[in-house]
């Protein structure tokens, strides 16, 4: 357990639908990053937040949103999904001072 | 723009053999690199790092080199196991907006026979 939690591990859904992915950062950890995995793809860094405010984008498509709650979780909305969104989407957080993430189990999302 | 390549998809290697993945980059301003490893269903985990001011660093049977004239990064596994059996990612870290993030490689899976 590496003390990132990710919710749900498996999403299926049909195209056109919005679906919530859920992430618990480490205790104590205040930076959260989400990344997309897609077929022979690396991890595509899409946005991050720290305590609460974004403070960097990749490339997250204007139908991908997050935010990250007082209590420190995030959540990654997507919308209008299409079957290219198809992906592992993976939520990473990091303390301050270290410079590794840690990365929960990632969230397995297939489009119908 | 891939400003962190790993241009082997895939490597197989012979138990107690070495492993060498490679990894190329682009941006001089990357400042610390990371390598990753992950299992099936399971998210990356952290194996090993070296900032940019060295040009090695050793773990046990874990060695990453870092050639900065030449942009490239390889990891050494010395003697592979088959519980090694991974894909393994490089990431860079670049400061944007005043905050770390890390630019990851596409990955390269590692098969270790037994």
């Known amino acids: 357990d590496s003390g990132v939690t990710q919710t749900p591990k498996h999403l299926i859904t049909a195209t056109g639908q919005r679906v919530t992915l859920r992430c618990s950062p480490r205790?104590?950890?205040?930076?959260v990053y989400w990344y997309q995995q897609s077929l022979d793809q690396g991890l595509q860094f899409l946005i991050q937040?720290?305590?609460?405010?974004?403070?960097a984008k990749g490339n997250i498509l204007e139908r991908f949103s997050a935010q990250q709650f007082p209590d420190l979780h995030s959540e990654l909305n997507l919308s209008s999904l299409e079957l290219g969104d198809s992906a592992l989407y993976f939520c990473?957080?990091?303390?301050?001072?270290?410079?590794?993430?840690?990365f929960g189990s990632g969230t397995r999302l297939t489009v119908v | 723009d891939q400003q962190v390549k790993q241009n082997s998809p895939s490597l197989s290697v012979q138990e107690g053999r070495i492993s060498i993945l490679n990894c190329d980059y682009t941006?001089?301003?990357?400042?610390?690199f990371l390598w990753y490893k992950k299992y099936p269903a399971e998210g990356p985990t952290f194996l090993i790092s070296?900032?940019?001011?060295?040009d090695k660093n050793e773990d046990g049977r874990f060695t990453v080199f870092l050639n900065k004239s030449a942009k490239h990064l390889s990891l050494h596994i010395v003697p592979s196991q088959p519980g090694d059996s991974a894909v393994y990612f490089c990431?860079?870290?670049?400061?944007?907006?005043?905050?770390?993030?890390?630019?990851f490689g596409t990955g390269t899976r590692l098969k270790v026979l037994a």
């Open positions: 990473a957080s990091r303390g301050g001072g270290t410079y590794g993430y840690t």
């Open positions: 205790s104590g950890d205040l930076s």
């Open positions: 937040y720290y305590n609460g405010e974004e403070r």
């Open positions: 941006n001089s301003m990357f400042d610390y």
């Open positions: 070296i900032s940019s001011i060295k």
């Open positions: 990431a860079a870290s670049v400061i944007t907006s005043g905050t770390y993030k890390y630019i």
